[in-house]
C-alpha cells in the first residue's frame, strides 16, 4: 500500500488548461473521494494517476517515488472503472484470474488471490458462472474482485456504481464501505458525482471546480465549515440556502439585516470595520425553523415535498434572488400558499463575503 503525493499537477490540452494547481498529500489507508460538478476534471485527474493520461506539469510521486513517466502497468494500481468490463466468455474466477496469469504467478498464487477476493466480496458461489448469469450488482463486485487479485498500491474507482439502480447503489455502497473496512491497510481514490457516496465513503472529500481545488475535509468538515459559497452548496441537499445582506452590527455576535426585510444573527465575529460589508448568509434547508419572533426569511410556499420523515418547502421567489427552500422534521400540512417565517441558530449561520467564508479569513 502506498502514500501519493501531487505537486503541482497541470493537464492541457493544447492551449486549453483543464486542470491546474492540484497540489495533495493521500496518506497510506485513506479513502480519498473526488467530487464536482460535470467536467470539472475528477475523471482526467484519476486517470492522470493511473497512468492514462499524460501529466502536462507538475510531479506525482507513489510511495516517494516519482511516477510522471512510469507506463501504467508498472505503477501498482488497479482501477475499476464505471463500465464492468469483464470479459463475457470467462467465468467470473477466470476474470479474476486473467491479470495474475498475465503477470505469470503460479498456479497456487493465483488460486489462493482468486479465493481471498471472491471471500471477501462474497462471490465464492459465483465463481464458476458467467458475467450474464449475473446481477450488475455481482458484475461490479466481480471488477472490484479482479482489482483486488493484483494486491496493488492503490485503488481506483472511476464511478463505479453510476450504472447501477438506486437500492443497488445503496447496497453496493455499504459494500464497498465494508470491503474499506476489512482492508483499513489499502490506499483508495474513488471519483463521483453523488454527494451521499462521498459523504458516507469518504476519509477526506476533494471538491474539485473551476479547474482546480476548492477545498479538502473530512465529509464533516465540509458539511459544518465551507470555506466558500462553491462548496457550502455543492455539499449538502438540497443546497444552502444564500441570502444577500448587510452588516448592521459587529462583534462576537454579527448581525446582518437581509435584502428581503430580515435580520439574521451569526456566532462569526467581525470586526468594527466591517460595518456595512456586503455579505451573503448561508443557512441550510435542514437549520431553518418556523418562528413567531424575528425572521430571517418570510415567504410564501409555493411547492411542498412530504417524505415522512421530512417536509420540503420551496418558497416563491423573491425578485432576481434564488428560490428559498426549509426542511422541517416530521409532516407539515397544509402549508402550500401560507406565509411561514423562519430563523436559524446564530451557530448555524455562515457568512460570506466575496464567496469567502469569513470564518477561514484570518
Known amino acids: 500500500m502506498a502514500d501519493l503525493k501531487l505537486v503541482n499537477v497541470e493537464k492541457a490540452y493544447g492551449e486549453v488548461k483543464v486542470l491546474a494547481n492540484i497540489n495533495l498529500d493521500i496518506k497510506q489507508g485513506e479513502l480519498i473521494v473526488f467530487v464536482g460538478p460535470s467536467g470539472c476534471g475528477k475523471s ?25 513517466d512510469v507506463p501504467p502497468a508498472q505503477r ?29 504467478k503460479s498456479k497456487d498464487e493465483i488460486a489462493a488471490g482468486v479465493d481471498k477476493a471472491a471471500r471477501i466480496l462474497q462471490l465464492t458461489p459465483y465463481l464458476d458462472r458467467l458475467p450474464k448469469a449475473l446481477s450488475g450488482g455481482q458484475r461490479q463486485r466481480v471488477a472490484i474482485g479482479r482489482a483486488i487479485v493484483r494486491d496493488p498500491k492503490v485503488y481506483l474507482f472511476d464511478e463505479p456504481l453510476s450504472n447501477l439502480d438506486a437500492a443497488l ?12 473496512e476489512q482492508m483499513p491497510e489499502s490506499t483508495m481514490i474513488y471519483v463521483t458525482h453523488d454527494q ?6 469518504a476519509s477526506r ?131 402550500r400558499h401560507r406565509s411561514v417565517a423562519l430563523t436559524a441558530d446564530p451557530g448555524k449561520v455562515h457568512l460570506f463575503h466575496k464567496g469567502r467564508s469569513l470564518l477561514y479569513r484570518h
Open 44 to 68: 482526467t485527474l484519476l486517470r492522470m494517476i493511473a497512468g492514462l493520461e499524460r501529466i502536462t506539469g507538475g510531479t506525482l510521486e507513489i510511495d516517494g517515488t516519482l511516477v510522471n
Open 76 to 104: 501498482g494500481i488497479a482501477m475499476v472503472f464505471q463500465s464492468y468490463a469483464l470479459y463475457p466468455h470467462m467465468t467470473v474466477r477466470e476474470n479474476m484470474e486473467f491479470a495474475l496469469k498475465i503477470a505469470k
Open 169 to 180: 447503489r445503496v447496497a453496493t455502497r455499504i459494500e464497498i464501505a465494508q470491503l474499506k
Open 196 to 201: 451521499v457516496e462521498a459523504m458516507t465513503l
Open 205 to 335: 472529500i476533494v471538491v474539485l471546480a473551476g479547474g482546480g481545488i476548492s477545498q479538502v475535509g473530512s465529509p464533516l468538515q465540509l458539511y459544518e465549515r465551507p470555506e466558500n459559497e462553491f462548496v457550502a452548496q455543492f455539499i449538502g441537499s438540497p443546497a444552502m440556502n444564500l441570502l444577500a445582506g448587510e452588516v448592521v452590527e459587529t462583534g462576537p455576535m454579527t448581525v446582518i439585516r437581509l435584502e428581503g426585510g430580515g435580520t439574521a444573527r451569526s456566532a462569526i465575529p467581525t470586526q468594527v470595520s466591517d460595518l456595512g460589508m456586503k455579505v451573503n448568509i448561508g443557512v441550510r434547508p435542514e437549520d431553518l425553523v418556523e418562528t413567531m419572533d424575528q425572521a430571517i426569511f418570510t415567504g410564501e410556499v409555493e411547492i411542498t415535498e412530504a417524505l415522512g420523515e421530512v417536509t420540503l418547502l420551496y418558497f416563491k421567489r423573491q425578485g432576481e434572488a434564488a428560490q428559498v427552500v426549509a426542511k422541517l422534521p416530521g409532516i407539515h400540512a397544509g402549508l
